[in-house]
Every structure is written in C-alpha cells, then in structure tokens.
C-alpha cells in the first residue's frame, strides 16, 4: 500500500465527527467541483447532489429522513444526498459512484473525510425534495472532521490476489 498516492492511502471513513466543527460554502464548492470532473459514460453526468450544511434550512430539511443505524451522522458538518439519473444498465450508479469518489479524495486533500451511508428515508427524502424518476436518491454522506483522538485505526482489506476473478 505503501507506492499508492499519499492521499489515498490516508483515506478512511470516521464512525463519529466533531459536531462543533464546520465546513463552508466555498468548501462545499471544491467538493461538488471535484465531484464534476469525475468520469462518466457518455459524459451523461447523471449525479446530482443535494447539500445541507450544519445550520442551514436545507441541513434542517434533511435531519429528519437520516434514521437507522446513521444518527452519528448528524455530528457532521455537511450531509449530502448523493442521487443518480437511473438508467436500465445501472451505468448511472456506478458513474455516481466515481464522482462520489472524486469529491471524498478532494476532501482528503482538505483535511476532511467523508462517509456514505445507506439507512435513510429514501421516499420520504424523495418526496420532501421533489425528486421524481428517472431520478433516485442513492446514498447519503457525512463530510466534516472527527473529534480529537479519534484514527482510522485498523483498516483491513482483502489482499490484492482476492480482487481478481480468475
């Protein structure tokens, strides 16, 4: 691991965040830009994103539909609904995916980490937001700064050999 980029290899996703801890607009900015050069098929772009950051009307729109195991994601400094144009394929999911990915390496690059998450109200997010087909909303993330003390500590992954088919 130790020949990959820095910030990939110093990428992780906290369990909890410091909820004293904000981000601002112009952060959020970088992150959605860097979430926009992300690849796609086609150059669709089919990822759209909405973002609430702590103590705005948008972050209080959004509290109410995070439920489940994900209640340590309201210490976060932003939450963003990552949603996807749905396609017959599921080209779009994975295309989220790597503008997903794009905005959490930025992040890094800006000493903040990101978690997705996947327990949220996803009807009742979709009805409060007016997201209607061929729009759906996939995944939700968590993006600020753990509280002090708090590491990635072990990170296991499956060694590389395992991530080839045959």
């Known amino acids: 691991m130790s020949d990959i980029a820095p910030v990939l290899r110093g990428r992780w996703s906290p369990r909890s965040y410091?909820?004293?801890?904000?981000?601002?607009?112009e952060d959020v900015r970088l992150l959605l830009e860097a979430a926009?050069?992300?690849p796609s098929a086609m150059n669709r772009q089919p990822w759209r994103f909405i973002v609430g950051i702590r103590g705005d009307q948008t972050r209080s729109r959004l509290e109410p539909f995070v439920v489940g195991r994900s209640d340590w994601a309201l210490d976060a400094a932003a939450l963003v609904v990552n949603i996807c144009e749905f396609d017959e394929r599921g080209i779009g999911f994975y295309d989220l995916g790597d503008a997903v990915a794009h905005m959490s390496i930025q992040?890094?690059?800006?000493?903040l980490h990101v978690r997705q998450f996947g327990s949220f109200d996803q009807q009742g997010l979709a009805a409060?937001?007016?997201i209607e087909a061929p729009f759906v909303p996939v995944t939700m993330a968590a993006i600020g700064v753990p509280p002090a003390g708090i590491g990635p500590g072990?990170?296991?992954?499956v060694d590389v050999d395992e991530l080839l088919w045959i």
Do not use: I, L, N
């Not at 992040?107 to 000493?111: I, N, T």
């Not at 072990?154 to 992954?157: A, G, I, K, Y």
């Open 154 to 157: 072990v990170r296991d992954r």
């Open 107 to 111: 992040a890094e690059e800006m000493g």
């Open 18 to 25: 410091d909820p004293t801890r904000t981000v601002s607009p």
């Open 36 to 38: 926009r050069w992300a």
């Open 128 to 130: 409060e937001f007016g």
